[in-house]
């Protein structure tokens, strides 16, 4: 049998006995709550980092270089990324209104994109 946590049997696939993970039975009705988000000080701080921002803010804009036009879902795509990065507050907010549009848009020109863009993420460059 194939080391793994898949093994092939008789054509069906199966888990491999005696694979790392135990199963235990319990009375609980719900599972507890990870340790991080049980402690305030300790919540999931989500990829908010300033680096990945920036980063998210660069994609984007190669994304825009060279057209005149993009499609929304290229934008939404792009801010979905951004959003990721963003820390809660007002860009955040911005984006999260300007995601909702994308769904009733089918096109932006690229200087729209472009300003907005800007409004919400100034350039570092």
Same mark, same amino acid.
Request: some cysteine; charged content about 10%.
């Given at each position: 049998?194939?080391?793994?946590?898949?093994?092939? +049997?008789?054509?069906?696939?199966?888990?491999?006995?005696?694979? =790392?993970? *135990? +199963?235990?039975?319990?009375?609980?009705?719900?599972?507890?709550? =990870?340790? *991080?988000?049980?402690e305030p000080d300790q919540a999931y701080p989500g990829p908010s980092d300033a680096a990945q921002t920036e980063a998210a803010v660069a994609a984007f804009r190669r994304q825009l270089d060279g057209q005149l036009s993009v499609p929304a879902s290229v934008v939404q795509d792009c801010l979905l990324d951004l959003w990721g990065s963003l820390p809660e507050g007002d860009s955040r907010s911005e984006v999260e209104r300007w995601l909702t549009e994308t769904l009733e848009r089918t096109l932006y020109s690229v200087s729209?994109?472009?300003?907005r863009l800007a409004s919400v993420v100034p350039a570092t460059d």
């Open positions: 049998m194939p080391s793994g946590c898949w093994g092939q +049997v008789g054509g069906d696939r199966q888990l491999t006995p005696g694979w =790392p993970y *135990s +199963v235990a039975v319990t009375d609980a009705t719900e599972a507890p709550a =990870p340790s *991080s988000l049980t729209d994109v472009s300003a």
